[in-house]
């Protein structure tokens, strides 16, 4: 799931900043230029973007289409999915039960859903509901998402609470930062247990119904007229093409909002004014003392090294990133989900929140990246520093080279000599203790691997080298094809079973790396 990685990829960016004062904030027509140009020079279909500013909506506008096959224009209220962006929703919910007196924020896990297992006994018994939405747990980038990534998984709840005894830690318990999304749907089925209302309906009524963001929904099903949804869009070989919508399982609190920038704008202005909102201020969704909470650092990151922003802090807070740029604090997010991205920011000293919504991977990270910039660098009185030309020429490097890397493996594939190999060796079950079962077959004389619990998981393999076959998945809305390497014993029958992306960019949710396959019998 593609949340996060734009922000590590901005320091790339930076070889010479210099800066300069300007004195005034862009208008309508320039903004409306800058997201034009950034529409020509990325491959996205449409994007929609709004700016809060002294408590506010000052700019709230679509650009592009929804669907390249209908042409009908994005607006205001085309719904996108915001992906990531809902854990800031999540962490809301939490606050919200916290002042209801139905949890603590450090409350352990275990008291509220028993069956919660970790890696070992003591992360087990101390585990509490922050160590749920910091990333701090001691597991890896992205560990587990192969549960819901491809979608259309038959994993439960149950597989979910219990999965995490078998992952071994990265690092040390609650001292560095990985990002995750599974142990936030744990949050959401604790949000369901102590509210006794499903997490789609606690946003809803408590969350969403109060803010009058009447468009939004807390999951995809429950978005009865779809014509102002948007479609999900991919590049492929330089052209855009319709890729399924991603269907969120379990509950949607890691990612599974849909949204749009004029409710969007509501949502900003609440964590700008500090959980107070309506027209006198006077209602309140979350006090003031648990919205310091969740923009307080509880795990700290590395911060950005760029002279540009002077930066002295990062680290991430319960659902938002956190850091100061130019002696102002900075508080935002991304999401990403396949053909869907998204981006969040505000800078609260300066009353100020722009969002931007896109509906193309992956070029539309590289524009709500550019777009974000420029504004957010306007607004702090710094100079052009022509973030659009930057991220788009950055994009296209990585992309050639990502190209020339898969192309490479399946120029030497097509060429390889296969006929020593003896596909009765590799035939059989392999079962990871997570993930479950996968079965290597042969089917109209193919060699064959699908895994039984991800369906959309299956495809060819086809040889490389040594015990290494690649397989390109019939799954191709994301760029996941896999090196598959088998385990021999000394009679030449494949043992076990270990995968490996191709691409060095694939997103970390395929984490192929976490799976540790051994034979067993049918």
Known sequence: MKMDSLKTTTLVLFAIAFTTIVNAQMNTKQLDSLVNYAMSKFNVAGCAVAIVKEGKVIHNKGYGVK??????????????????NSKAFTTAALAILVEEGKITWLDKVKDHIPEFRMYNKYVE???????LVTHRSGLGLGMGDLMF?????DFTMNDLLTSFQYFKPESAFRTKWDYDNLLYLVAGELIARKSGMTWEEFIK??????????????????????????????????EIRIIPTFKEMMNGAAGGIFSNVDDMSQWMLVQLNKGKFGDDLKKQLFSKQNH???????????????PRY???????????????????MKVEHTGGLPGMLSNTVMIPDLNLGVVILTNTSD?????????????????????NFNWVDKYAAYFKNRATGNDDITKKVWDEIAIVDASTIKPKNYIGFYKDNWFGKAEVFKTKGKLWIKFLRSPKLNGELQYYKDNTFAVKWEYQDMNADAFVTFGIDDKGKAQSMTLKGISPNIDFSFDFQDLDLQRVKK
């Not at 310091?292 to 760029?306: G, I, L, Q």
């Not at 930066?311 to 938002?320: E, I, N, P, R, V």
């Open 67 to 84: 669907s390249i096959n209908t042409k009908s224009p994005v607006n205001e209220h085309t719904q996108f999915a915001i992906a990531s």
């Open 125 to 131: 018994d101390n585990f509490n509901i922050q160590d």
């Open 149 to 153: 990534f491809p979608d259309g998984t």
């Open 205 to 238: 009524v408590n969350i969403l119904e109060p803010l009058n963001m009447d468009n939004t929904y807390a999951s995809l099903d429950r978005i009865k007229d779809t014509s102002n949804l948007s479609a999900s869009h991919a590049v492929e070989k330089g």
């Open 292 to 306: 310091r909470e969740m923009w307080k650092v509880h795990t700290v990151m590395s911060a950005d090294p760029n």
């Open 310 to 328: 002077n930066s002295h802090f990062a680290g991430y807070g319960l659902g938002w990133f956190l850091s100061d740029v130019k002696g102002n």
């Open 363 to 383: 070029d539309g990270a590289g524009l709500f990246s550019a777009v974000a910039n420029a504004i957010t660098d306007d607004y702090l009185g710094l100079d």
